[in-house]
């Protein structure tokens, strides 16, 4: 038998490698679409999204991260623990830059308004607090949810001054900036709110609010009225709620259905 040559051995070295960079909680990508904030047992990692990579590491206080934001620019990152600290860290070098505590109980959920210029902070003791992000201090307490408030969204056109919140036993109050007082108060989930959002790319959008809960039910409001005008089962409980923009719509749906029912 003819002798076979020995193929020789092959050692191979990692390139590169993804780190653990989300244990569970909440999760956000930053308005330029380049980075993940996502909570990492009490941290936070500020992940690049191209790559995977673990750019910054935000430590916590020991105490699970409750909710994160971004600002408008994504050169900030707005964090709150179960510890009832709330945090300002710079995304680009990954230090803090200001701690507060904004409620007694934690937050739930935080969002900033279309300006940049605010931070909401929802929280277990049934009251929501907007933030001026720039000097730290509290411009408005609402106060009148008889349950946990669960998730908070400003309108996106900033000259409308309206905040929304939803709670935990299913209500969704309208609040205005401008008079500083609740303007509607809508009631028709019965499970935690999980989401809230204004289409302002369909038609007539700036006027509709949508939201979401574990009721396995999508509700679309009239702002103008506070009343419900057409309600979309999901068969499923819904834990977020994002409108589109057209250009999206096109790339996830396809351009065909997306001009066949633009207001979808």
Same mark, same amino acid.
């Given at each position: 038998?003819?002798?076979?040559?020995?193929?020789?051995?092959?050692?191979?070295?990692?390139?590169?490698?993804?780190?653990?960079?989300?244990?569970?909680?909440?999760?956000?990508?930053?308005?330029?679409?380049?980075?993940?904030?996502?909570?990492?047992?009490?941290?936070?990692?500020?992940?690049?999204?191209?790559?995977?990579?673990?750019?910054?590491?935000?430590?916590?206080?020991?105490?699970?991260?409750?909710?994160?934001?971004?600002?408008?620019?994504?050169?900030?990152?707005?964090?709150?623990?179960?510890?009832?600290?709330?945090?300002?860290?710079?995304?680009?070098?990954?230090?803090?830059?200001?701690?507060?505590?904004?409620?007694?109980?934690?937050?739930?959920?935080?969002?900033? /308004? &279309?300006?940049?210029?605010? !931070?909401? +902070?929802? $929280?277990? #003791?049934?009251?929501? =607090? *907007? @933030?001026?992000?720039?000097?730290?201090?509290?411009?408005?307490?609402?106060?009148?949810?008889?349950?946990?408030?669960?998730?908070?969204?400003?309108?996106? /056109? &900033?000259?409308?001054?309206? !905040?929304? +919140?939803? $709670?935990? #036993?299913?209500?969704? =109050? *309208? @609040?205005?900036?401008?008079?500083?007082?609740?303007?509607?108060?809508?009631?028709?989930?019965?499970?935690?709110?999980?989401?809230?959002?204004?289409?302002?790319?369909?038609?007539?959008?700036?006027?509709?609010?949508? $939201?979401?809960?574990?009721?396995?039910? *999508?509700?679309?409001?009239?702002?103008?009225?506070?009343?419900?005008?057409?309600?979309?089962?999901?068969?499923?409980?819904?834990?977020?709620?994002?409108?589109?923009?057209?250009?999206?719509?096109?790339?996830?749906?396809?351009?065909?259905?997306?001009?066949?029912?633009?207001?979808?």
């Amino acid at each position: 038998m003819a002798h076979q040559q020995a193929q020789p051995r092959k050692t191979y070295a990692a390139v590169s490698s993804l780190e653990v960079f989300h244990t569970g909680g909440p999760v956000r990508l930053s308005p330029d679409g380049l980075f993940v904030a996502t909570a990492c047992v009490e941290a936070v990692s500020v992940v690049e999204v191209a790559t995977g990579k673990v750019m910054h590491t935000l430590e916590g206080d020991t105490e699970p991260i409750t909710a994160l934001a971004w600002s408008k620019d994504s050169r900030r990152v707005f964090t709150a623990s179960r510890s009832m600290r709330c945090a300002v860290w710079d995304a680009t070098t990954g230090e803090r830059v200001r701690t507060f505590k904004a409620h007694a109980t934690p937050v739930l959920y935080m969002a900033v /308004d &279309p300006t940049g210029a605010l !931070l909401v +902070t929802a $929280s277990a #003791d049934r009251t929501a =607090r *907007v @933030w001026d992000v720039a000097k730290g201090f509290c411009t408005h307490a609402f106060r009148g949810h008889a349950a946990m408030v669960t998730h908070a969204a400003f309108h996106p /056109d &900033p000259r409308r001054l309206e !905040l929304y +919140t939803g $709670s935990h #036993d299913g209500e969704i =109050r *309208v @609040w205005s900036l401008r008079d500083r007082a609740c303007v509607g108060v809508m009631h028709e989930h019965t499970s935690g709110i999980t989401g809230l959002t204004v289409p302002m790319a369909a038609a007539g959008g700036s006027d509709v609010l949508l $939201s979401s809960a574990r009721d396995r039910v *999508v509700h679309q409001w009239s702002l103008k009225t506070k009343k419900r005008v057409a309600t979309v089962p999901t068969h499923e409980a819904c834990e977020g709620l994002v409108a589109l923009d057209p250009r999206a719509a096109r790339g996830l749906l396809g351009a065909d259905a997306a001009d066949e029912n633009p207001d979808a």
